[in-house]
């Protein structure tokens, strides 16, 4: 069976789907989603581990060899992509059930769970495949169960930020197919290791410039980097807490992984950064996001909406690492794929633990929930010093390597930036911190801790920050070895 | 080639620009999905263009025919998964537009902005 993993990873959760939706009842529904998402989860470390040792893993579907049928292929840098994937989607599932009966009526939750294992499904396809016209498909896949379990919101605006996302998100897709097209119509292939080999030759063509541009804009419409992020505010804030707590963790992740795929594997370092000078155009959007988006979230009165300008931001230093084009700055990149799942997931789940007792983040209603909820905070804080950058988090690790390979470039500019954005972020995340510890609580209200079933989550979560900040090495080495084979200094 | 023989290739430009534009520019939720539509439509005429060569029979193999011409089928089955995405993604959108009317009782953009306020 072992053999067929790269498959099943995706069929068991898609067949899983419509079974969860035909059982139509909360809790049975539920109970399924939590074993597919922890078989999900065992597949994926079975695979990261086997990749380390063996290298790639090429899996042809239905036995028709590559490049004529579509092939999987599991390899360091989509691996670890998978890992976040499941390992988030494995905790967030346990955390919805108490989360999600108090937002979403009863009768939808066996839907609610169907789609969220759908959204699952095209994030871990989009990662796994070998083939670009799949990754669409899959992509389409994970976005249309990402609108509707936005929709599933409780505040009406929830309807309308999903239907900005869905315009915005559609025009992104088409223009990543109109940009496959384009490679298609000049190589006559559509597997990505086959592109790679045929694409140098027509690299001088008009047709494969314009095809890159289309897939730039699209992609980086997806993973919502400024100023192509006006879906994603709305979204995260509206959405159930159980929803904003994965998508922010793993949608925009997976959409960095395609952008890592296509600019690095399929392309190459030399076309995207030489011949196109991609560097040009991200370095200078990814510090504008740092800078104005962390600006942005320190006006903010809601604390999800203020956490989801504050991704916008983070996505800005993933995509400055990779900007950069060296070992060190995509490691950096790639790290902080990782640590920014881990510090966002506690984040936003401890706000799913405070939308649970007090039925609002907004921060006035949050006086004094300190004392009211010291372990769903005290997940808060760990969140937030992670996500500042502070020593034994995981954030000091990302930004640690990210400085390092800016200043390796002697972008001395560049590294302050990235210094001045941790200092906005401690700015937003003191501004919770002192409504929560600094103020009375109200009595009347009679706010108690949060249950169990949503706090063992979200200190997983919140302690991973600090295990993973403290033992970094095995993080640094995955890290380290995928940047060398985008960049093939390995093969 | 002449600019003529390009036709398809400026009729797909053409309705890109019509749906792109049609997206941006209404407000009126309907509108915006007609014009996801036309946009999404433009490009199946820009793949199945692209499959198709001078001459080019259907991709079904004749008896002796060495010098036989066919056009490339990929291009077809590519589009008929994307038109399934498509028509997904228009019933989502118009399925989000019937709540978003049951909700604010409009489905002009500017005014479901003067509600929210």
């Not at chain 1, 192509?228 to 709305?234: Q, T, V």
């Not at chain 1, 372990?375 to 937030?384: E, K, P």
């Not at chain 1, 109200?442 to 249950?451: C, Q, R, V, Y």
Request: with cysteine; aromatic share 10%.
């Amino acid at each position: 069976m072992s053999h067929h993993l790269p498959v099943l990873l995706v069929v068991v959760p898609l067949v899983a789907a419509p079974v969860i939706a035909l059982l139509n009842r909360p809790r049975i529904s539920w109970a399924v989603a939590v074993a597919v998402t922890l078989w999900v989860l065992y597949a994926a470390l079975a695979l990261l581990s086997q990749t380390m040792v063996d290298g790639a893993i090429h899996y042809a579907l239905g036995g028709w060899v590559a490049p004529y049928g579509i092939e999987y292929v599991v390899d360091p840098v989509n691996a670890w992509v998978i890992v976040i994937v499941a390992l988030i989607g494995a905790l967030v599932t346990p955390y919805a059930r108490m989360s999600v009966e108090r937002e979403i009526s009863e009768d939808r939750i066996p839907l609610f769970y169907a789609a969220f294992i759908l959204c699952l499904t095209g994030l871990l396809g989009i990662a796994v495949t070998g083939d670009v016209f799949n990754v669409f498909v899959f992509l389409e896949i994970s976005s249309l169960s990402a609108y509707a379990l936005i929709a599933l919101g409780k505040d009406r605006r929830a309807l309308t930020a999903s239907f900005q996302y869905l315009i915005m998100g559609s025009v992104g897709a088409t223009f990543i197919v109109i940009g496959i097209g384009l490679m298609y119509v000049m190589t006559g292939t559509l597997n990505m290791a086959d592109l790679a080999n045929r694409l140098p030759e027509v690299a001088s063509t008009r047709t494969i410039p314009v095809a890159f541009t289309f897939l730039t804009v699209g992609i980086t419409l997806k993973l919502a980097l400024f100023p192509l992020h006006l879906w994603l505010p709305n979204a995260y804030t509206y959405a159930p807490s159980a929803v904003t707590a994965f998508l922010a963790s793993t949608a925009t992740k997976v959409a960095v992984y395609l952008l890592l795929r296509f600019f690095f594997t399929i392309f190459g370092v030399t076309f995207s950064f030489d011949v196109m000078q991609l560097d040009r155009i991200l370095m200078p959007l990814a510090l504008v996001a740092i800078l104005t988006m962390s600006l942005v979230a320190i006006y903010q009165e809601n604390v999800k909406r203020l956490l989801a300008y504050s991704s916008i931001a983070q996505i800005g230093y993933i995509v400055l690492g990779i900007s950069l084009a060296s070992v060190l700055g995509l490691t950096a990149g790639i790290l902080h794929l990782f640590n920014h799942a881990l510090m966002k997931g506690a984040l936003f789940m401890s706000m799913g633990c405070v939308m649970y007792r007090v039925g609002s983040v907004r921060l006035e209603r949050m006086g004094g929930l300190g004392r009211a909820m010291p372990w769903t905070m005290a997940a808060f804080v760990v969140g937030g010093l992670s996500l500042i950058g502070a020593p034994l988090t995981v954030g000091f690790i990302s930004k640690w390597y990210l400085v390092q390979a800016a200043l390796e470039q002697g972008m001395w500019p560049v590294a302050g930036v990235v210094l001045l954005g941790s200092l906005l972020a401690l700015m937003y995340v003191w501004k919770v911190i002192e409504v929560a510890y600094f103020r009375e609580v109200d009595p009347e209200l009679g706010i108690t801790e949060a249950p169990l079933s949503l706090l063992a989550p979200t200190w997983v979560l919140a302690l991973s920050n600090v295990y993973f900040g403290i033992d970094a090495s095995r993080t640094v080495g995955i890290a380290t070895r995928a940047a060398e084979l985008l960049l093939g200094v390995l093969s | 080639m002449s600019a003529l023989g390009l036709f398809n290739y400026w009729a797909a430009i053409f309705l890109m620009m019509v749906g792109f534009y049609t997206l941006i520019a209404r407000g009126n939720l309907i509108k915006k999905i007609i014009g996801l539509n036309i946009f999404q439509t433009s490009v199946f005429i820009l793949y199945i263009t692209m499959g198709k060569i001078t001459g080019g029979t259907a991709p079904i193999f004749v008896e002796g025919g060495r010098d036989v011409v066919y056009s490339n089928p990929i291009p077809h089955v590519l589009i008929l998964t994307a038109i399934v995405v498509g028509v997904a993604t228009s019933a989502v959108g118009l399925s989000l537009v019937i709540r978003i009317k049951e909700a604010y009782g409009t489905i002009e953009e500017d005014e479901i902005e003067d509600e929210s306020l």
